[in-house]
């Protein structure tokens, strides 16, 4: 069996079974501000469930990753979903898997588009903030309160993903 996962472009399409990419390609968007601001609508929903539940805002700055990358573990938050948005006009990979009765299944590897980001649901089995060739600052949408809201599963064996070819 082939452990070797390449990342896809993020669409979405391509990402709709795993939750939102946020990006500016919608027609989700319309005038405010007297015409002086496009508002995009409703890119993603966050949630915040679980004991005292609710909606924080946080900065990450992610140190990159080699590559190919050696994924031995993904998370999940049982409470809340997590949105990553750049601040930085840089891709990042995103790793998914759907739950499954033993845990993750296969891994999916997605490459943004620079300026794109991903609203993860709750309870989605996700790699770590993983930055590309230089550290990247993240606006992340998340949720606070009491309880655990952390799962981590290490694979037995881990996967290697890599990035596509250049064109």
Not at 1 to 15: G, H, K, W
Not at 64 to 73: K, T
Not at 96 to 122: C, E, I, S
């Amino acid at each position: 069996m082939s452990r070797v996962i390449t990342a896809q472009p993020l669409t979405r399409e391509s990402f709709a079974a795993f939750g939102d990419v946020i990006d500016f390609e919608t027609d989700g968007h319309y005038p405010i501000n007297n015409g002086r601001c496009e508002r995009y609508h409703a890119l993603a929903k966050p949630e915040a469930g679980g004991p005292n539940g609710h909606v924080i805002i946080n900065l990450f700055r992610g140190t990159p990753y080699a590559f190919p990358l050696q994924l031995s573990m993904v998370e999940r938050h049982p409470f809340g979903s997590q949105a990553f948005i750049p601040l930085s006009p840089r891709p990042f990979l995103v790793v998914v898997a759907h739950d499954t009765p033993d845990g993750p299944g296969t891994p999916h590897a997605f490459l943004t588009n620079p300026g794109q980001g991903v609203n993860y649901p709750r309870n989605l089995w996700h790699g770590v903030l993983t930055p590309i060739g230089e550290p990247q600052d993240f606006l992340v949408v998340d949720r606070g309160g009491d309880g655990s809201n952390l799962e981590e599963f290490y694979f037995s064996h881990p996967y290697e993903i890599q990035l596509p070819e250049a064109p």
